[in-house]
């Protein structure tokens, strides 16, 4: 999985690309826990996103945790795969997604 | 009652033993399809019976008679068998009639008069009487193996064997010679056919042997072997499955390596990039998060035994997973989130605990 940062100010988008599952989802938690302080709008954009497990959705989780304190979170871009995933999860009624 | 009796066949090669130890039964009025992937010897169990081979060891029993004895007449078992062979065999020189009329003249000396006339009535039964003077150059591959068919049971033999005999044929042509045979079925004709058409196989017997593994594998009723296969191999055959099978040694498994087999197997297998992706989530979800996650916080049940199993019949894909330690059925005792987007992507699931975990996930 490639992941690249966008900042602009308190704005932070993540683009993500190939995998997010068992392997890789260790790699965005720690991208995250680097790079969330002070951000108060978070993107993620799912564009060149193939694939999610649960193991990316619990990252995901925790980081919709940190930004309900910390401002917003958005999913956007994400593929038919894995917009059913966040159906069939519940996640699309937890995340919001574009 | 018993009309062969195969006792401990086998038929050595010099490269290969495709019989290693038949023994079977066959009754009067059997109609046997004989079904197995290739190289698994049903020719050679046809070709052993009439003794167009000679088997390397074992006895074979018709009405009695023991037709292994070197002493036996086997001029006067043939008759009583008669062969249908995939390349047809029909001497091309000779009419169609006189194909059929050849051997009762010849090898039961009957009057040529009374020969042609049979002979006719025959024809008719297999739907070719207009094409008696025809050569077999003038018919289509569906017609000469009709008359392949009427000239076998010219010799009024108590026992047809059939060594596929719509192999050769093109497609169109396949149903008006299993519907001879299938006729000949109804009549209560004994017959063992190797074949590949299922369906057929499935219809007409009463009877169907499974070849693989040097003989026999399974002997059973159409039902029992297309419906309800009692060994594995049988069941992999019927339902057209590729099988993909890995271990989970330990636990810090090669995932990436993992995905590449899967992968390969999805492309091997045709799958469609969704089904694919569905196959590896819900491996994902069972295995990566589901069990091995418990095994490896109780440092027991290794190793995790996978199996990937899609059928080109129905198009389902089964993943399963065999693994040891205390019961844990990773979709009600593991991640419920994990679970829930298996559950949500299967079609079926089912866990069962008799010593060894065992769960399976039907997409």
Do not use: W
């Amino acid at each position: 999985m490639n992941i690249e940062q966008k900042k602009d100010g308190k704005a932070l988008v993540l683009a993500l690309a190939g995998r997010l599952d068992t392997v890789t989802a260790p790699e965005l938690e720690a991208a995250l826990n680097d790079a969330l302080a002070g951000v108060e709008e978070l993107t993620f954009d799912f564009e060149k996103l193939d694939y999610i497990s649960s193991a990316g959705l619990r990252v995901l989780l925790s980081a919709q945790k940190t930004m309900n304190r910390q401002g917003s979170m958005k999913v956007i871009h994400a593929n038919e795969m894995i917009l059913e995933i966040f159906e069939v999860t519940g996640f699309a009624d937890i995340l919001t997604v574009e | 009652m018993s009309m062969i009796r195969i006792e401990h066949l086998r038929k050595e090669y010099p490269n290969a033993t495709p019989l290693e130890d038949v023994c079977v039964e066959i009754n009067k009025g059997d109609v046997i399809s004989v079904i197995g992937p290739s190289g698994t010897g049903k020719s050679t169990l046809l070709r052993c019976l009439n003794r167009l081979e000679d088997p390397t060891s074992g006895k074979i029993f018709v009405d009695g008679e023991e037709i292994t004895d070197p002493k036996c007449k086997m001029n006067l078992v043939r008759r009583k068998m008669g062969m249908v062979f995939q390349s047809f065999n029909l001497f091309d020189n000779l009419t169609v009639v006189e194909n059929i009329m050849s051997a009762p003249v010849h090898l039961l000396k009957m009057p040529k008069q009374q020969a042609h006339e049979e002979a006719l009535t025959l024809l008719d039964r297999v739907g070719l009487r207009d094409k008696a003077e025809n050569f077999p150059s003038e018919l289509s591959g569906g017609q000469k193996q009709r008359v392949a068919i009427a000239r076998a049971i010219a010799m009024k033999p108590e026992i047809l064997l059939f060594d596929e005999p719509t192999s050769a044929l093109d497609p169109t042509m396949v149903g008006e010679v299993l519907s001879v045979i299938r006729s000949l079925a109804e009549e209560g004709m004994t017959m063992m056919i190797v074949t590949h058409e299922m369906k057929f196989a499935r219809d007409v017997s009463n009877r169907v042997f499974y070849m693989d593994d040097g003989g026999i594998y399974e002997d059973g009723t159409p039902e029992q072997i297309f419906e309800h296969p009692e060994k594995e191999r049988t069941r992999r055959f019927i339902k057209r499955l590729k099988t993909l099978e890995f271990e989970i040694a330990d636990a810090e498994p090669d995932y990436p390596a993992l995905l590449r087999a899967l992968e390969q197997f999805g492309k091997s297998a045709m799958l469609s990039a969704q089904a694919l992706r569905r196959t590896i989530l819900v491996f994902e979800e069972i295995v990566m998060q589901g069990v091995l996650p418990k095994l490896r916080e109780t440092q027991n049940g290794f190793p995790i035994r996978v199996s990937i199993e899609h059928s080109d019949a129905d198009g389902s894909i089964a993943v399963s997973a065999v693994y040891g330690g205390a019961r844990f059925d990773p979709l009600t005792d593991g991640d419920s989130l994990s679970a829930t987007i298996a559950k949500k992507l299967a079609k079926r699931t089912d866990f069962a605990f008799d010593g060894e975990n065992r769960i399976i996930a039907v997409i």
